[in-house]
């Protein structure tokens, strides 16, 4: 699997590292992606997702089943 948040899709970006004499190389940004295991009370069980830390901080205030469904994302599914 790519790094990817499962439930916002925030990838990787693409930008310039600028050095002091002002030369350009690409350099990539990664998320800061985590793998956890979060209680799905309408499934009943455990579902382990690859998401940020800004959706587990969503999570924490609007709720797994709730976040899920405003990002289209199914949980029966994973």
Partial sequence: MAR?????????NVANKVSHSNIKTKKRQ???LQKRRFW???GER?????VSTRAMRTIDKKG????AD??????GKL
């Fill in 40 to 42: 799905w009370a309408e």
């Fill in 30 to 32: 990664l998320p800061n």
């Fill in 46 to 50: 455990f579902v382990v997702l690859k």
């Fill in 4 to 12: 990817t948040c499962q439930l916002t899709g925030k990838r990787p």
């Fill in 70 to 75: 405003e990002m289209g994302v199914d949980l």
């Fill in 64 to 67: 797994l089943q709730v976040f």
